[in-house]
């Protein structure tokens, strides 16, 4: 496995600035490239993965577990997330139920009385978004306590990463579900 962190020669943390992970990625992009002098498109290839790597916290995160030799373990969800699941599923549900209806509707009336719902999922929908937002920019935001546990030699780290790592892949997938489903009722 190739190290994606030093392939853009930026520090193993979890907590990466997303400016400087950009510039890190153009910088090595233009030297790599296959159009210029000394480019290789293999080597271009590679920084483009290390970059989407790196970009993802989830990723990034999956990936600084495999860098320092953390077993993949299954992760349980915890109380507060499995509140908000019980509050996403049914929504989802809701909504593939409602868009089957919705596309049965022919008449402009049927179509008319189904419009009450649709905001209802909707704003259903954008709230759970708003939720699972502020829920994931609070995790992010716990990332630079975590690199100072590691700097500090506190290896138990690790373990709460691989949660935190977890947490943010269920978050990004929720996400992807209302997006998906609110794009439904466009």
């Known amino acids: 496995m190739s190290n994606a962190f030093s392939l853009l020669g930026l520090p193993r943390i979890a907590a990466l600035d997303d400016d400087a992970l950009q ?3 153009l910088a090595a992009s233009r030297s790599a490239h296959p159009d210029q002098p000394g480019g290789d ?10 970059y989407e790597t790196l970009q993802a916290p989830e ?3 999956k990936h600084l577990l495999e860098l320092h030799s953390v077993p993949w373990r299954t992760v349980p969800i915890n109380e507060a997330m499995m509140s908000l699941f019980s509050k996403l599923g049914p929504a989802l549900q809701s909504t593939t139920a409602f ?5 049965n509707a022919t008449a402009a009336l049927a179509k008319a009385l189904l419009a009450q719902e649709e905001m209802r999922l ?16 609070t995790l992010l935001a716990s990332l630079p306590a975590y690199d100072a546990r590691l700097s500090a030699g506190d290896m138990t780290a690790l373990a709460d990463l691989q949660i935190l790592q ?3 892949a269920y978050f990004g997938k929720w996400q992807a579900q209302v997006r998906e489903a609110l794009l439904g009722l466009m």
């Open 23 to 25: 510039q890190a990625w």
């Open 41 to 50: 498109a293999i080597r271009a290839a590679e920084i483009n993965t290390a």
């Open 59 to 61: 990723k990034r995160l």
């Open 99 to 103: 868009l089957k209806r919705k596309q």
């Open 122 to 137: 909707r704003e259903q929908l954008e709230d759970l978004g708003a939720t699972l937002d502020a829920e994931r920019t």
């Open 166 to 168: 977890a947490h943010l």
